[in-house]
């Protein structure tokens, strides 16, 4: 008999506490930067335009590499690709937080996002060798890792608040220097591990992939500054649509793909990936001018405006962690589809935003749109892996990254269209401002509900069947390995 104790050596817990370390920095950087944008927009006197750089050029980084980080973990070490993701992006948050103008803080924070991709590409692939030969021991360290997402997510906000009026802005970044040499320090004891067929680069597939994220984004910047019909906005769209052609086109020719598009030929997968693109661009994306609006119109505090969300990134913690009984009883497609109508319904409420209100209103949007997400995120998560061989399990979930970080990407820069560009609220510019908010809110409302309908078309066939890791024949960091990648193609 197999025994699947858990056994907690020094290394194997050493190894989980790194990849949560290295977790929760990645996602508290996601959800701390949102509560400091209005004080990096007194600091630099920025309008919205560049602001939303301080965003996009991280999430960007991050979704076009994160796929060929993965290839290059395999190949070169997992271990030793972390340590580089460790050092780029603990060096690129000094930076970050010793930056004199906004154009060096979107430069170190495009830096940070490169760091950051290394280090999600081989967080799951560390704590899969390390936790290789036991099957709760496994499931408690995922859990743990899963649990350290959430309560990132949840105390995000308000800790940005708090570091923002306590120590300043910059402080958001220094936090993460000494969580990165803690981290270094500790990788002596991690073992090393690297994939038995490691695939090549895909280096063309990766540069049209990096034109047609930033030349799209681009284009929506072009928009909110120039309008739609001006020509360097159609030069943009132009580009990006260029670029996305090439893509398609290396993708379908090279031996080895940083995208098998043969993925989505399966109905379900596909509709999950969209889904997750839906609750990225809408809710996750507006959140970052919902913040703005309550610190810029409103006047609130950046604790003030943490306090505000906190009710509802503390449901989604406890909601999650609810969801796996509903899983049980509840088709997948059905879970899904009510959580985005749940996020629909919490974006339609926040409409109820004014330059007169309290900010507190919104709470019970909060809460709705929050209730949904705590569903989706871990259902979203359990069909993309039912719905993937074991061998591409790591792959599938590169994959989803991609759609998350590109969908808040692109989100923010398509929503900032509506937004009038601004470093500075006065009454007249807070009503415009306030009466954009309620506009975007609209759109991420029609997104979601959107995202509703193609899961509701195309997850009923989505189960969730347990997936058998096989530690020796699969890729964690989102690289499909030799067998799999000649099963995908045909």
Not at 17 to 30: E, F, N, S
Not at 139 to 164: D, E, H, K, Q, S
Request: aromatic share 8%.
């Amino acid at each position: 008999m197999t025994d699947t104790t858990p056994r907690w050596g020094a290394r194997r817990r050493i190894t989980l506490a790194v990849v949560c370390a290295a977790t929760a920095m990645l996602m508290l950087d996601i959800a701390v930067v949102n509560t400091a944008l209005p004080a990096i927009s007194l600091d630099f006197a920025a309008d919205l335009g560049a602001l939303k750089w301080v965003i996009d050029g991280y999430t960007l980084a991050l979704a076009a590499t994160v796929l060929s980080a993965g290839a290059w973990a395999d190949r070169v070490g997992r271990r030793r690709v972390f340590i580089v993701g460790a050092i780029v992006f603990t060096v690129s948050s000094v930076l970050c937080a010793s930056a004199d103008r906004m154009a060096f803080l979107n430069a170190a924070r495009v830096a940070q996002g490169l760091g950051a991709s290394l280090l999600f590409a081989t967080s799951l692939a560390l704590l899969a060798h390390a936790f290789d030969d036991g099957t709760k021991a496994r499931t408690t360290a995922l859990a743990a890792y899963g649990a350290t997402i959430g309560a990132a997510f949840a105390v995000g906000p308000l800790l940005g608040g708090v570091l923002t009026e306590w120590v300043g802005w910059r402080g958001i970044f220094l936090i993460n220097v000494p969580v990165g040499a803690l981290m270094l320090a500790a990788l002596r004891w991690i073992d090393e591990s690297r994939s038995a067929a490691p695939r090549r680069g895909d280096w063309l597939g990766q540069l049209t992939a990096i034109v047609a994220l930033a030349a799209l984004t681009g284009g929506f910047f072009e928009a909110a500054d120039n309008g739609w019909s001006a020509g360097r906005t159609l030069v943009m769209f132009a580009l990006a649509v260029a670029a996305l052609v090439a893509f398609v086109a290396v993708e379908v020719t090279v031996a080895e793909p940083m995208l098998p598009l043969g993925l989505f030929a399966t109905r379900a997968f596909a509709g999950a990936q969209l889904a997750t693109f839906s609750i990225s661009a809408s809710m996750f994306a507006v959140f970052v001018y919902v913040t703005l609006y309550l610190q810029g119109v409103l006047g609130m505090s950046p604790i003030q405006a943490g306090l505000v969300y906190l009710p509802g990134t503390a449901m989604m913690l406890v909601v999650a962690g609810a969801t796996d009984k509903l899983m049980n009883v509840v088709a997948p497609r059905t879970l899904i589809t009510l959580a985005l109508f749940g996020v629909a319904g919490g974006m339609a409420w926040m409409t109820v935003a004014s330059v007169d209100s309290s900010g507190w209103n919104l709470v019970p949007g909060f809460l709705l749109a929050c209730v949904g997400a705590g569903v989706f995120n871990p259902v979203l998560s359990a069909i993309v892996l039912s719905e993937s061989d074991s061998d591409d399990v790591g792959l599938a979930t590169g994959v989803n990254d991609v759609f998350r970080q590109s969908g808040i990407a692109l989100g923010v820069a398509a929503l900032g269209a509506v937004f009038p560009a601004q470093s500075a609220f006065t009454p007249d510019s807070a009503q415009e401002f306030t009466d954009a908010l309620v506009v975007a809110l609209w759109i991420s409302c029609a997104v979601a509900l959107a995202g509703a309908f193609v899961a509701a078309a195309t997850l009923g066939r989505a189960s969730l069947r347990p997936v058998a890791v096989r530690s020796e024949g699969l890729s964690q960091t989102g690289s499909p390995t030799r067998d799999s990648r000649r099963r995908i193609a045909s």
